[in-house]
């Protein structure tokens, strides 16, 4: 017979509320690991793999460093309207988001004019092309833990 002096005890609910949402968290976790690397390694399939990928985003640098020309005349042109016409002035931050804007914008119209076969490239061309695209991928994050994320040490 239970003894009826002692407090009746915890439903079993609460403790395993905590586990199971622990559990449950991971697996969330997990499975959109396993769906963003999915989606990025069906990208980069569908780019001609990573060499074929990086020499793509090199080839986009380089338009849009072509790109660089019409998208800095284009913004004198927005500045001196403004500054002229309408006697108003455009902040620096407005103005970083616009000639960024312009460049991918230009860049995107020179690569679509462009040829995307790079068969004819030998090694070194390849080679070349891919550290480009590499470079163009790895400095913004490197560039952000150097300024941002460390402290110089002394």
């Known amino acids: 017979m239970a003894d009826q002096s002692s407090p009746p005890a915890q439903p079993p609910d609460r403790q395993n509320h905590s586990t199971f949402t622990a559990l449950k968290s991971g697996i969330d976790n997990v499975l959109w690991v396993i769906a963003t690397a999915g989606t990025i390694a069906g990208f980069v399939n569908s780019a001609g793999g990573v060499v074929g990928f990086l020499m793509q985003v090199a080839a986009f640098t380089c338009a849009c460093l072509l790109g660089l020309l019409p998208a800095i005349l284009t913004l004198g042109g927005i ?7 309408f006697n108003r002035d455009i902040s620096d931050r407005a103005l970083c988001v616009l000639l ?4 991918v914008l230009a860049g995107w119209l020179i690569y679509r004019q462009g040829s995307t076969n790079y068969e004819d490239l030998n090694t070194t061309g390849k080679v070349f092309m891919s550290a480009i695209g590499l470079g163009t991928l790895v400095a913004p994050p ?3 833990i150097y300024y941002k994320h460390s402290t110089p040490m002394s």
């Not at 500045?79 to 016409?85: A, H, K, L, T």
């Open 100 to 103: 960024g804007s312009l460049i």
């Open 142 to 144: 490197l560039m952000l």
């Open 79 to 85: 500045v001196w309207i403004f500054d002229s016409g």
